[in-house]
């Protein structure tokens, strides 16, 4: 994370935030989807423009095609939740759950699952960081934002502010993965810069 956002208590008491709402999050989960979940270590930075192109070059490199789940949360703690994943996540996420061949592989039921994943995952990681916190927030329904579509052409609001942003946001990105299943899906969290004085004020009341 950038020094000019958060020095290295706040940056420090934050980690710990976002790790204990991640364990959280990761125990939905794997109880939502019956199976253990993986968890890598958080990545929290702060981003520009710059940085969001880089990382839009990233997923490219990542997902030939994705599909992408939006969520906006306000308040306080203001930003937005981008869940992220491919056809070979898809994949793994239907044998988790017991699906066949029987059942079909239309859009409704791949939208229902991405809805229900990004459900799982909002409504205990983002809202477990503001109650922690003690920061209002309230969370806006989710929205399938891209559809198997070529990444390159998937957009978004992370993205969609890109020419926008003059300064920087924080960005918390997560990658998990499915027992058994060696494919990411992937958690954005932007936190809008309007919001960040609040949450140095939270953090700062932690040190």
């Not at 710990?16 to 959280?24: L, R, S």
């Not at 937005?80 to 491919?86: E, K």
């Not at 969290?189 to 004085?197: C, G, M, N, T």
Request: aromatic fraction near 8%; glycine fraction near 8%.
């Amino acid at each position: 994370m950038d020094e000019e956002l958060f020095n290295e208590d706040e940056r420090d008491v934050l980690g710990e935030t976002v790790n204990v709402a991640m364990g959280k999050a990761g125990a939905t989960l794997a109880e939502a989807f019956s199976g253990f979940v993986n968890l890598r270590v958080p990545e929290i930075r702060a981003v520009s423009a710059a940085d969001l192109r880089a990382t839009r070059t990233r997923l490219m490199q990542t997902y030939e095609r994705i599909s992408v789940l939006e969520q906006e949360f306000f308040g306080e703690f203001a930003g937005t939740i981008a869940v992220v994943y491919g056809p070979a996540s898809y994949a793994a996420l239907r044998q988790v759950l017991g699906f066949d061949d029987r059942d079909g592989d239309g859009r409704r039921q791949r939208e229902e699952l991405l809805l229900e994943l990004g459900n799982a995952l909002a409504s205990t990681c983002v809202l477990e960081i503001s109650a922690l916190l003690e920061l209002r927030m309230g969370l806006r329904p989710p929205r399938v934002m891209a559809f198997d579509v070529p990444t390159a052409e998937a957009g978004w609001h992370l993205f969609g502010e890109l020419e926008q942003l003059s300064g920087q946001m924080l960005l918390i990105d997560i990658v998990f993965h499915l027992e058994a299943h060696d494919v990411p899906f992937e958690l954005m969290v932007s936190v809008q810069p309007a919001s960040l004085p609040a949450l140095k004020q939270a953090l700062a009341k932690r040190i």
